[in-house]
Antibody
């Protein structure tokens, strides 16, 4: 059974850093494209970052230069390092797997809440 | 970035109604269009990919169609468990942008 479990969310002050992790089970992250999607309170979904199975990465303009996506294939874990956090980064962050050919998101984690506030 | 526009932003309907949600892209997507359902406090769930292919386990009352820039999601006979927010998403070009969502509420 495919599962994605996020960890590392919490309350952080503006300008601070936080690293989210996403532990995958039931498949190998090395063979799949993985993504982080966020949802601000009461708002819609926003694609934040993608790491393709060849290790190419992509970032939304809103986080480019501040966030870094990476993965540890030996631990089947994906990370999102978030620096210079701002109040508008407050959101639930979902780790998710992209379908290999359609690029739609076929599996989602339960989400990790990140609150940026002083 | 490709902009996705969903209409309406919300609608009220009754059990048994036929419901249609529209999604328009700012450029052609080929067939890279997906639909998701999200219930409060839960992660989204993939309903349809490649415009019209139902994800495994999704009831056949859900259907998708369209091409190019215009797409629709139809729920043939609305059931109580279908009251939720629906999102379209393009997976043609990163970032894989979402529509703003359509909330389907009980009338």
């Amino acid at each position: 059974e495919v599962q994605l479990v996020e960890a590392g969310g919490g309350l952080i002050q503006p300008g601070g850093s936080l690293r989210l992790s996403c532990a995958a089970s039931g498949f190998s992250v090395s063979g799949h494209h993985m993504t982080w999607v966020r949802q601000a309170p009461g708002k819609g979904l926003e694609s934040v970052s993608i790491i393709y199975n060849g290790a190419t990465t992509h970032y939304a303009d809103s986080v480019k230069g501040r966030f870094t996506i990476s993965r540890d294939n030996s631990r089947d874990t994906v990370f999102l390092l978030m620096n210079s956090l701002r109040a508008d980064d407050t959101a639930v962050y979902y780790c998710a797997r992209l379908h290999s050919s359609t690029w739609g998101i076929d599996y989602w984690g339960q989400g990790a809440l990140v609150t940026v506030s002083s | 970035d490709i902009q996705m526009t969903q209409t309406p932003s919300s609608l009220s309907a009754s059990v048994g109604d036929r419901v249609t949600i529209s999604c328009r892209a700012s450029q052609s997507l080929s067939s890279y269009l997906n639909w998701y359902q999200q219930k409060p406090g839960k992660a989204p769930k993939l309903l349809i990919y490649d415009v019209s292919t139902l994800q495994s386990g999704v009831p056949s009352r859900f259907s998708g169609r369209g091409s190019g820039t215009d797409f629709t999601l139809t729920i043939r006979s609305l059931q109580p468990e279908d009251f939720a927010t629906y999102y379209c998403q393009q997976s043609y070009s990163a970032p894989y942008t979402f529509g703003q969502g359509t909330k389907v509420e009980i009338q």
